[in-house]
């Protein structure tokens, strides 16, 4: 485990969300390997459930998904007064998002994800939290 946590620490939660299941489960065995606690979520109906049960401190968030794609998910999330403010990372396959200045999310991450860049900005976000 790494050196992030102390003994005496809970580690802080993120949820992975992707409707591929391969790419949750690769997200999840890294993020867990650096100690971190780790949930998956395989689409945006799910996702919100599961933030509305236990509010994780970073969400990683797929943008193209069926049925509720990673925009809907992050508009549901931050129109929720009851949540406490979650961190959003978002995951696309595309080049470039056009996003309107409003939307709020911590980052981007593009597809094949290097993972370097992957936890310098988990790092990052968690450790000014």
């Known amino acids: 485990m790494n050196s992030l946590l102390s003994a005496t620490s809970t580690p802080d939660h993120i949820l992975v ?10 997200l999840q065995v890294l993020l867990e390997d650096e100690g971190y606690q780790v949930e998956v979520a395989n689409s945006g109906s799910a ?12 969400v990683l968030l797929d943008v ?23 961190s ?8 470039q ?7 709020q999310v911590d980052g981007f991450l593009r597809k094949p994800i290097e993972f370097d860049e992957l936890l ?5 976000i968690l450790d000014c939290r």
Not at 64 to 86: A, S
Not at 97 to 103: E, G, N, Q, R, W
């Open 17 to 26: 969300v992707d409707d591929v299941a391969d790419n949750s489960f690769l």
């Open 47 to 58: 996702a919100l459930a599961k933030i509305e049960l236990s509010p994780p401190k970073l």
């Open 64 to 86: 193209m998904m069926p049925g509720m794609n990673g925009y809907e998910v992050v508009q549901q999330i931050r129109e929720n007064l009851d949540l406490p403010f979650i």
């Open 88 to 95: 959003i990372v978002m995951v696309t396959g595309h080049d």
């Open 97 to 103: 998002l056009t996003l309107s200045k409003d939307f």
């Open 120 to 124: 310098s900005q988990v790092h990052a």
